[in-house]
């Protein structure tokens, strides 16, 4: 069974950076990391959980929202299993729970329990 754990929230100042990692287990020879699909999303209080980042499974493609490009960075490290989201020039309107999730054509869509990010003075 695959399993996401994320970290690295925290309370950060209006200009700040934060490091958000999501890691990954339960992943086999047949079903490796490597082999999915990782995003980020965020939800914020009364809002609908919306995509922030995304990276395919080599790492050759990522993709943004518009208002943290330029900002945020997706990477990841399938020697490790993790995911990261490197946040910088963090304004108010970025405070969240930050989930990870994985996709794999068909199969099921694993999700993390999330970290809260809050970006306040």
């Known amino acids: 069974q695959v399993q996401l754990v994320e970290s690295g929230g925290g309370l950060v100042q209006p200009g700040g950076s934060l490091r958000l990692s999501c890691t990954g287990s339960?992943?086999?020879?047949?079903?490796?990391?490597?082999?999915?699909?990782m995003s980020w999303y965020r939800q914020a209080p009364e809002k609908e959980r919306e995509l922030v980042a995304s990276?395919?499974?080599?790492?050759?493609?990522?993709t943004y929202r518009d208002s943290v490009r330029g900002r945020f960075t997706v990477s990841r490290d399938n020697a490790k299993n993790t995911v990261y989201l490197q946040m910088n020039s963090l304004q108010p309107e970025d405070t969240a729970v930050y989930y990870c999730?994985?996709?794999?054509?068909?199969?099921?869509?694993?999700w993390g329990q999330g970290t809260q990010v809050t970006v306040s003075s």
């Open positions: 999730k994985a996709v794999r054509g068909t199969d099921p869509i694993y």
């Open positions: 990276i395919s499974g080599s790492a050759k493609s990522t």
């Open positions: 339960g992943f086999t020879f047949s079903n490796t990391f490597s082999s999915y699909g």
